[in-house]
């Protein structure tokens, strides 16, 4: 007797092991958005607030302000997107006792996959232009401190966008053609197929693409701070060698804050999206042509719990990196919040006075007038 069609197989026409089943909804694992997110939401809420109510009041602007003032207006549209979700994860049972939510629930999963794409591909590709831009001034400072500017940056972060909203055109389109059939969505790839095949054929490309764009943003990045790395490196030895010989005179106050800002907020990204760029490239080994490598139903769940993990963390951590390592953001903090920055710097203080014996932690922090800021110094 034939038993075949009994037998599960995956997009590579693989037998899927019986013995691999999927995990219980109370599963551990799961817990972590639930727990997690609350806590995440309000960093990055806070963080990113404060980063906008900084740095739109700036004046002049520089480019930094505009990647960095997009980069938090997306990475909080990204966590505020989700707590519907959140709220079906830790809650399940609001689908079947609140009527008006499924109602909700229904056209929140047809347009959150797009909404989040250009989201994400937003937040991506800015921190690669942003480290880009920073690479080309590093390289030729002469031939492009001139050309970068809030109306160069403007654009540059528009035509993301509009990269962004093309990315995700399948996915609105996909959801569209779907509300006009009138029908449920298990009959819709049937109904897809046949009555719009350009959608059907386009639908596994969005797929393919919406694995592939992070592992490019990933290794793009790896490869521009990299470079950028060697390239200040080599300037530093250069300005060394000239100051030495009474022939020139150090200009790291041009460069580096920004520099070290850019390069920040890229090392930030990598460390949290590791484990997303391991998880995209084992995914797209998964799928035809490749189809050398398989994810169980029981590994996937952990890795999604942990790649949501990280990547949460770099969307929530953009605000106190700025505050760690850019001392000219540290001061337009304390001239926009001035009693906020008196107690972050009295908590500061007393870490240090507990950390031990050693210089006094007001020394350690100390700002002399004759310190140079950059505000006059900063390039754009």
């Not at 997107?81 to 689908?95: H, S």
């Not at 009527?99 to 937040?123: E, V, W």
């Not at 041009?254 to 490239?281: D, E, H, I, Q, R």
Request: positive net charge.
């Amino acid at each position: 007797m034939n038993n075949t069609s009994a037998v599960a197989l995956d997009l590579c026409g693989r037998v899927i092991p019986p013995g691999d089943p999927f995990l219980k909804p109370d599963h551990p694992i799961r817990l972590v958005e639930g727990i997690c997110f609350p806590f995440f939401l309000v960093i990055c809420t806070v963080g990113n607030t404060l980063n906008i109510l900084v740095l739109r009041n700036n004046r002049p602007k520089s480019t930094a302000d505009i990647y960095m003032i997009s980069l938090a207006l997306s990475d909080l549209a990204i966590l505020w997107l989700y707590i519907p979700t959140w709220v079906q994860r830790i809650q399940p049972a609001i689908l079947t006792k609140n009527p008006d939510f499924l109602m909700f629930d229904k056209t929140y999963r047809g347009l959150y996959p797009g909404f989040m794409t250009i989201l994400y591909f937003i937040s991506n590709w800015i921190v690669v232009v942003f480290s880009l831009e920073r690479l080309l001034v590093v390289s030729k400072p002469m031939y492009f401190l001139g050309r970068f500017n809030v109306k160069t940056t403007t654009f540059a972060v528009l035509a993301i966008i509009s990269i962004g909203i093309i990315k995700s055109l399948q996915v609105f389109l996909d959801y569209f053609f779907f509300q006009t059939t009138g029908k449920l969505s298990m009959y819709w790839n049937d109904i897809r197929a046949a009555k719009y095949p350009w959608l059907a054929n386009w639908y596994p490309v969005q797929a393919v693409a919406t694995v592939v764009d992070p592992i490019l943003v990933f290794c793009f990045l790896i490869a521009i701070n990299a470079i950028l790395v060697h390239r200040l490196i080599k300037r530093h030895k250069t300005c060394k060698q000239d100051l030495q010989s009474g022939q020139g005179k150090s200009d790291s106050g041009n460069y580096m804050n920004t520099v070290v800002l850019s390069m920040g907020c890229a090392f930030l990204f990598l460390a949290c999206k590791l484990p997303s760029f391991v998880y995209n490239a084992l995914l797209l080994a998964t799928r035809p042509p490749f189809c050398t490598y398989r994810i169980s139903n029981f590994a996937g769940p952990h890795w999604l719990a942990f790649v949501w993990l990280f990547s949460t963390i770099n969307y929530s951590a953009n605000f106190y990196l700025y505050c760690a390592i850019s001392k000219k953001f540290r001061h337009q903090l304390e001239s926009r919040f001035p009693r906020l920055s008196f107690a972050l710097r009295k908590l500061r203080n007393c870490f240090w006075q507990n950390r031990g014996p050693g210089s006094p932690a007001s020394s350690r922090f100390s700002s002399p007038d004759t310190e140079t800021t950059n505000d006059q110094m900063e390039f754009s």
